[in-house]
T-cell receptor, first 111, second 114 residues
Framework: KQEVTQIPAALSVPEGENLVLNCSFT??????LQWFRQDPGKGLTSLLL?????REQTSGRLNASLDKSSGRSTLYIAASQPGDSATYLC??????????FGAGTRLFVKA | GAGVSQSPSNKVTEKGKDVELRCDPI?????LYWYRQSLGQGLEFLIY????????KSGLPSDRFSAERTGGSVSTLTIQRTQQEDSAVYLC????????????FGPGTRLTVL
């Protein structure tokens, strides 16, 4: 059974810091991994989608890497800003109809 | 273009009543998902529609939950005889073809069962 774990559960950093969020999954047989952002009381916003054949994806200050063999992904946020404060979730698609989500990392960037 | 929309945004109901939650996916998206997010919990998969295929209902927590998707577009999630443990945010998402594509989420419906 696929399980997705995100560490840390919560993180507080001063503005301007570079930071890394971690996601691990137990079954390496995935088709893709997706990182989302969720603001309080809102739905999820897709940030990056990494297909299983890819090693990383970049969008602006965000860089996500994928190591399928070790069951790990990281989301790197450069030069963090208060507007980056949100919950970040990773999700893996393993085929069939299900996408398995982690519980998320709550990020707070202090001005 | 318009994103995924859901209605109502908030629903308060009494225990035992039936509720209907609506999802309008992005036009042209063939795949539609329903998830449930309870307080402090991750997203729980409920049901998945792909084109005209029979839906995957494997995530529905009980037979009080049902969903339909009319004309390959709008979807309704129905919860009968609501219980307090049904209180959660219900999120809908759509993708162009299925799990290999980016999922786009609606804002959710917050359901409170008193």
């Amino acid at each position: 059974k696929q399980e997705v774990t995100q560490i840390p559960a919560a993180l507080s950093v001063p503005e301007g810091e570079n930071l890394v969020l971690n996601c691990s999954f137990t079954d390496s047989a995935i088709y893709n991994l997706q990182w989302f952002r969720q603001d309080p009381g809102k739905g999820l916003t897709s940030l990056l989608l990494i297909q299983s054949s890819q090693r990383e994806q970049t969008s602006g200050r965000l860089n996500a890497s994928l190591d399928k063999s070790s069951g790990r992904s990281t989301l790197y946020i450069a030069a963090s800003q208060p507007g980056d404060s949100a919950t970040y979730l990773c999700a893996v698609y393993t085929g069939g109809f299900k996408t398995i989500f982690g519980a998320g990392t709550r990020l707070f960037v202090k001005a | 273009g318009a994103g995924v929309s859901q209605s109502p945004s908030n629903k308060v109901t009494e225990k035992g009543k039936d509720v209907e939650l609506r999802c309008d996916p992005i036009s042209g998206h063939t795949a539609l998902y329903w998830y449930r997010q309870s307080l402090g919990q991750g997203l729980e998969f409920l049901i998945y529609f792909q084109g005209n295929s029979a839906p995957d209902k494997s995530g529905l927590p009980s037979d009080r939950f049902s969903a339909e998707r009319t004309g390959g577009s709008v979807s309704t999630l129905t919860i009968q005889r609501t219980q307090q443990e049904d209180s959660a945010v219900y999120l809908c998402a759509s993708s162009l073809r299925g799990g290999r594509d980016t999922q786009y989420f609606g804002p959710g419906t917050r359901l409170t069962v008193l």
